[in-house]
Every structure is written in structure tokens, then in C-alpha cells.
């Protein structure tokens, strides 16, 4: 696949379709630009290689009709913000007018387009509609990793009409490079830390990852099934019962091909699901009754610290308890604190998708980690084995 910097940019229009959907507030503000920054370094290169830049992207769900409270147009304060560059703004993403003003286009300007998904066709991907698109450009970059997994008009389709001027950006590349340390060129010992709510959820993950570990972690609310399945008692605690089965097929593959699998050994409980809860600590297979384990416990946390710590390649997907209630956090920050050190012994560590990414943010440890991934479903898929239109579309 190519990138950018195996193109000719010069003088070039360059169409590329990043990722924007970022939350506003009700006053249209971007309360979270973590996906307009990750950009920044795209659209620089591609001026700094003489390319005119033309972006391209969806907000939101609208319904495939104008929204103003999904317009692009809130965007571009910020995006002139954090580019130092003036940004145009064209008020539709098709059409002869927005053809002229990628024409027009001077050096140190950018043109950002309206929502994508202001037309049904781009999500259908419709091939007419792709087309028109590509009229916006004379080359095609895609750097929206995040939909990558979607064969959307704007992600995919369009990739067809730029047969011999199609690449990477800048944060596709970084996505497949580093999912490519975890899942091809990988320094053994190798750990998955998989939690978050529910095993069926995470069967695709489990079953890919599992012929390429030396070790499993389980935690967060799917390993009470998994406690279960073995027999345990797991009070209120959350389970599906219809994934016994697979919980302990999933067991039993990892005993054959000689991944030690860690579930956890104690828990931290409450009496309801909440902050305010009473907690209390039994063995992970001995909760009472009227109780339901919020978190790993205490024993579990000492037994993971030396697995985590001496691992090279870590991917962690899912968080270890309900981090987002602070009493029922300390698993799931512990554990981020582990691959700290694993990364500062020189272990490589991706956390992706899933809730770990928002709690590496909310504990603000993003730079402790090697890498942590933009893309929610569509790093999913990627590490579920799936081939992503996205990414096939460059080939
Ligand atoms: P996922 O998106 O699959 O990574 O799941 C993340 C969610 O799982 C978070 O919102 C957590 O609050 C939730 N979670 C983690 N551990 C538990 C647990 N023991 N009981 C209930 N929910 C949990």
C-alpha cells in the first residue's frame, strides 16, 4: 500500500477523507479534537510536498438530508486553530461549485467539504455519487482509520476512480503499522489484556488472537462468565448464560496451543451498580448472592503485575471493571499503570478498540503507552481477522 510520500504531490489537488466526527457542545463547540489533531500532521505534509488540500468527511448521523446542527462549518474554527492554515468552507461535498473551489484552491489554504452524510449515497456507497466526489481531487488519501471498516462512497468506493494515485495517510499508516507490531511482527512474551462488558462481544477477537499469545488476560465484566462456566459462584454479578459453552471452548483452545490464560482470582463487589455501593472483596468464584463484582480485586492485581511488566507486545481491549464509577476504577487503572512500566522496559503496547482507550484518557496516560488507537469498530474488526474496505480500497 501506498503512502503519501510515494506521490507526486506537487501542485496536485489532494482529496482526503479524514475523520471528524468529533462531539459539539450545544453552542457547536468541539468538545474533543483528539481526531482533527491526529489529522494535523497529514494535511501538513501534503502542503509541505506542494499539494493542495481538499478534506472530506462525515459528523454525526443526519439521515442522509442537510443538518446545520451536523455541519461541517462548526469545524472550521478549530481546524484553522490547530493548522495555522486558513480553511474554505464549501457548503455542499458535490457539484460544480465545490469542482471550482478545489480549482481555485491557493497554496496555504484548505478547503474543507460539508458532511458526507448529508447525501444517503455515501453510506450506500453509491458508485455515481463516489464519482462525483472524486472530481474534487486529482489524488485520493485516506486517513480515516475509524471508518475504515465501513465500504462507504467516500472510504471505498471512490478509491476506484484514482486507480494510480490512491494512499495512506498519515494516521491510516500508523494504525496498520502498529496493529501489524501486535499482530505479525510480534517480541514474544506476547499478552492480550482483553475485558470490558460482554464475552460475545469478543469471541472474533479471543478466537484470532488467541494462536498468537503467550498469555490471556481476562478481566472486566465478561470474565464473571467465564468464572461461572468453570463453575463459580458469581452472585448479581454480569454473565450470559448462552456463552458457557464458548467460554469454556475458548478455555480449552488456549490449554492446547499453550497460552496461559489469567482470570482473575478475587473481585471487588458491591452491593448495587453504582459509585456509592458498599464494596467488599471475595474470591472471584465465591460472591454472595446479593452481590456483583464491579472490579478485579486486590490478589488478582499482585498475580498480573509481573506477566503485564515482563511482556514485549501487549494489546489491551476492554477495561478491567466499571472504571467509570472512581470506586470501582482501581483494576482498570493498575492495570494501565503495568503497561506503563511493560512499555517503559521496552515492550510495545496498543490499546485499541474498545472502552481502555477512554480510560487511558480519562486517567491521562495516553504517552505512556506506545500507541493508542483512533478507530473504535474498525480496530475491532482489524484485530478480529477482518479484511476493512478501507484499507483493501488502497491496494
Ligand atoms: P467494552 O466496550 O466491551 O470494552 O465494554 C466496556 C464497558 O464494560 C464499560 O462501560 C465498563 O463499565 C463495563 N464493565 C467493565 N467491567 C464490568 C463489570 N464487572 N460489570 C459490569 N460492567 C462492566
Not at 461549485?97 to 491557493?106: A, D, I, R, W
Not at 450506500?124 to 485516506?142: H, K, P, T, V
Not at 472490579?295 to 511488566?309: A, Q, W
Request: charge should be negative.
Amino acid at each position: 500500500m501506498k503512502t503519501i510520500s510515494d506521490l507526486n504531490l506537487k501542485d496536485q489537488r489532494v482529496l482526503v477523507r479524514v475523520d471528524f466526527n468529533v462531539p459539539l457542545s450545544d453552542q457547536f463547540q468541539v468538545t474533543d479534537d483528539t481526531r482533527i489533531r491526529a489529522t494535523i500532521p497529514t494535511i501538513h505534509a501534503i502542503m509541505n510536498a506542494g499539494g493542495r488540500v481538499i478534506l472530506m468527511s462525515h459528523l454525526g448521523r443526519p439521515k442522509g438530508k442537510p443538518d446545520p446542527s451536523m455541519s461541517l462549518k462548526h469545524i472550521v474554527a478549530k481546524l484553522e486553530e490547530l493548522s495555522g492554515k486558513k480553511v474554505l468552507f464549501a457548503e455542499d461535498c458535490v457539484g460544480e461549485q465545490v469542482v471550482e473551489m478545489s480549482k481555485n484552491l491557493k497554496n496555504n489554504e484548505i478547503l474543507l467539504l460539508e458532511n458526507l452524510r448529508f447525501y444517503d449515497e455515501e453510506t450506500n456507497g453509491d458508485r455515481a455519487f463516489a464519482e462525483q466526489l472524486s472530481r474534487n481531487g486529482d489524488i485520493y488519501i485516506n486517513d480515516a482509520f475509524g471508518t475504515a471498516h465501513r465500504a462507504h462512497a467516500s472510504t471505498a468506493i471512490i478509491a476506484d476512480f484514482f486507480p494510480d494515485s490512491k494512499a495512506a495517510g498519515l494516521v491510516m499508516a500508523a494504525e496498520i503499522d502498529n496493529v501489524g507490531k501486535v499482530l505479525r511482527e510480534q517480541q514474544h512474551p506476547v499478552t492480550a489484556i482483553v475485558g470490558g462488558a460482554k464475552v460475545s462481544s469478543k469471541i472474533d477477537i479471543l478466537q484470532n488472537l488467541i494462536p498468537k499469545l503467550d498469555h490471556l488476560i481476562i478481566g472486566g465484566g465478561m470474565a464473571y462468565t467465564f468464572i461461572k462456566a468453570q463453575g463459580g459462584n458469581i452472585g448479581k454479578s454480569l454473565v450470559e448464560d448462552d456463552y458457557l459453552e464458548t467460554a469454556r471452548n475458548i478455555l480449552s483452545s488456549a490449554k492446547e496451543l499453550n497460552v496461559q490464560v489469567h482470570l482473575p482470582v478475587d473481585s471487588m463487589n458491591s452491593d448495587s451498580f453504582s459509585n456509592e455501593g458498599e464494596r467488599s472483596v471475595s474470591p472471584a468464584g465465591e460472591i454472595g448472592e446479593q452481590l456483583m463484582g464491579l472490579d478485579v480485586g486486590p490478589k488478582t492485581l499482585e498475580k498480573l503485575r509481573t506477566v503485564i511488566e515482563s511482556s514485549k507486545t501487549i494489546l489491551w481491549n476492554g477495561p478491567m471493571g466499571v472504571f467509570e464509577f472512581s470506586n470501582f476504577e482501581t483494576g482498570t487503572r493498575t492495570v494501565a499503570h503495568y503497561i506503563a512500566q511493560a512499555t517503559d522496559n521496552g515492550g510495545f503496547s496498543l490499546v485499541g478498540g474498545g472502552d481502555s482507550v477512554a480510560a487511558v484518557k480519562k486517567f491521562d496516560m495516553q504517552d505512556q503507552v506506545s500507541y493508542v488507537s483512533t478507530g473504535g469498530g474498525a480496530m475491532l474488526e482489524y484485530l478480529e481477522g477482518k479484511e476493512l474496505p478501507g484499507i483493501k480500497a488502497l491496494d
